[in-house]
């Protein structure tokens, strides 16, 4: 049976590797988009930056498709 403490040091590991994934699926995504529509203003780095996995996924197959950022960040 795991200690208290390796239990706490392996949610802590897979958090911390949660949080790097996201953050990587973050950086490939803001450049995709600045490559196909060019700079993102502060409110789009912004809604980036506060966005969660999923949401990051979205618009990730969103912008395969889209015409503009208004299609990648629509709200439906």
Not at 16 to 39: H, I, N, Y
Not at 41 to 70: F, I, K, M, N, V
């Amino acid at each position: 049976m795991a200690s208290l403490t390796e239990r706490l040091r392996a949610e802590g590991m897979a958090q911390g590797m949660e949080k790097g994934m996201e953050k990587g699926e973050r950086a490939l995504l803001s450049r995709q988009l600045q490559r196909r529509f060019g700079p993102l203003d502060p409110q789009l780095r912004h809604r980036l930056e506060a966005a969660d996995h999923q949401q990051l996924e979205l618009w990730a197959e969103r912008t395969l498709d889209a015409g503009s950022l208004a299609d990648v960040f629509q709200d439906h």
